[in-house]
């Protein structure tokens, strides 16, 4: 059998002192990364509270793309509490907040920390169609007709105290007019306004006030449709084929055309004026 050698002192000193300082360098190390990871937890609190990276105001957002809406009324929609941190802040949840609040298409948030500013470029969605309803003058007594807002393509109205800067621009109102409670039209809109939309016949004004009939105000005159049905595609196919009408009834005699029965179209005609007999 083979002797086994023995292991020297000294070569166990040196084990052990090897060991000692591994787990010194362990030990080391592992405050080492403490001491960083506290220093970055630290310094990102102090990077993120910087004042020279917060909004203190309304004021510090730019406002880009908007024509119907003023900056100060962007700007009012925002739901920001100030002073906010830049990098703090959530552009999902602004961009949802703003496009919940206003017909929008689209909206793009930028940040910039130097100088600290949000600018924010929004695409509206154009209104369709103008709002009126009567309202009764407090001075007066006397009932009139006043815009109370606007409608977009997809039926979402927006109050005429918001869209303020049209009061100063209106090339960019829209030319069609309906008249009555939003809440009696805006449930149909999406398909009434796209049907009507499509038709050959220019139609300026829909007077939605009596919902058992409404009437539409055409380059015919009006027309009667009785209350908004599945027909209404019907009536305006009827209402295209009358478009010629005038020439054989000038406009100016035709009172109203009725086409709550598209299969039974009619036309309600003043009565011509009577000739004046000659002396014989």
Do not use: H
């Amino acid at each position: 059998m083979t002797a086994k050698t023995p292991v020297s002192t000294t070569r166990l000193k040196n084990r052990r002192d090897e060991l000692k300082n591994q787990r010194r360098w362990r030990n080391f190390v592992s405050v080492t990364r403490t001491l960083l990871i506290m220093s970055l937890t630290g310094g990102m609190f102090w990077f993120l509270t910087l004042p020279d990276w917060v909004i203190k105001d309304s004021q510090q957002i730019d406002i880009e793309g908007n024509e119907l809406l003023t900056n100060d009324e962007i700007r009012s929609l925002i739901p920001l509490e100030y002073p906010q941190s830049l990098l703090q802040l959530s552009i999902k949840d602004l961009r949802e907040s703003l496009q919940k609040k206003v017909p929008l298409t689209n909206v793009v948030v930028t940040r910039a920390l130097l100088p600290p500013n949000l600018t924010i470029r929004i695409t509206e969605k154009k209104p369709v169609a103008m709002a009126l309803a009567v309202q009764v003058s407090p001075e007066t007594k006397k009932s009139a007709l006043k815009e109370v807002g606007y409608i977009d393509i997809d039926g979402i109205f927006v109050s005429n105290e918001l869209y303020q800067n049209l009061a100063q621009k209106p090339e960019l109102k829209p030319p069609l007019k309906i008249l009555g409670t939003p809440q009696m039209y805006l449930a149909y809109w999406t398909d009434f306004y796209d049907l009507l939309s499509q038709s050959s016949v220019k139609i300026t004004q829909v007077d939605w006030q009596n919902p058992t009939n409404i009437v539409l105000s055409s380059e015919l005159g009006k027309i009667y449709l009785g209350p908004y049905t599945s027909k209404f595609s019907e009536q305006l196919m009827v209402l295209e084929k009358l478009k010629n009408i005038t020439g054989k009834v000038p406009k100016e005699r035709i009172i109203y055309i009725d086409l709550t029965d598209p299969e039974i179209p009619s036309i309600k005609e003043k009565k011509p004026p009577k000739e004046d007999k000659k002396d014989n």
